[in-house]
């Protein structure tokens, strides 16, 4: 809406104000999101890693370790590392690939699924009582939102691994 539409400057005010809400909020959110997968982790004796691990395993069923090695951003030795400490931890099996015996694929154990959707399942039943009173069009814009916020990350991701020192993990 432009501002003549909109009231003039005083409606611009407003906008901007609610523009900057959102952005509040939206940190505000994603810190709520790392806090609560925080206590997840520590729940489970992982760290966040591991947990991201089991997060692609709870959605995928079963993974090779060059699967997870991608889409954690792990070398193959820090994925081995992972693995030995999580099926010690009695969270993960691996077995040889049915459909090729040289590869391995790795599973989470049914008793860890059962925590994580313990832990994760009240949120999953709460967001989708939450989401059940918007309407099919609101629903639709909040979905490209975040379709948009996601790809906005991840290009971001890209930037910032590029940048002078990124490489280099502080203590």
């Known amino acids: 809406m432009s501002r003549e539409k909109s009231g003039g400057s005083g409606a611009a005010r407003q ?13 505000a959110g994603q810190a709520a999101v790392d806090a609560f997968d925080e206590a997840v982790a520590l729940c489970l004796g992982v760290n966040r890693t591991d947990l991201r691990c089991l997060e692609i395993l709870a959605r995928e069923g079963s993974v090779t370790p060059s699967v997870l090695g ?14 030995d400490r999580l ?9 040889p690939d049915p459909g090729d015996r040289r ?13 994580v959707a313990e832990l994760y399942g009240p949120i999953v039943e709460r967001g989708g009582r939450m989401i059940a009173g918007y309407s099919d069009e609101e629903v639709r814009v909040v979905l490209g939102f975040l379709r948009g916020s996601r790809a906005l990350y991840e290009a971001e991701i890209e930037r910032v691994r590029g940048l002078p020192g990124a490489g280099r993990r502080r203590v």
């Open 70 to 83: 991608a889409g954690l951003g792990l070398t193959t030795g820090s994925v081995t590392a992972m693995l």
């Open 15 to 27: 906008d901007s104000a609610l523009r900057a809400e959102l952005g509040e909020e939206i940190q």
């Open 87 to 95: 099926e010690r931890a009695g969270h993960l099996t691996r077995s």
């Open 103 to 115: 590869k391995v694929v790795v599973r989470a154990t049914p008793e860890v699924l059962a925590r």
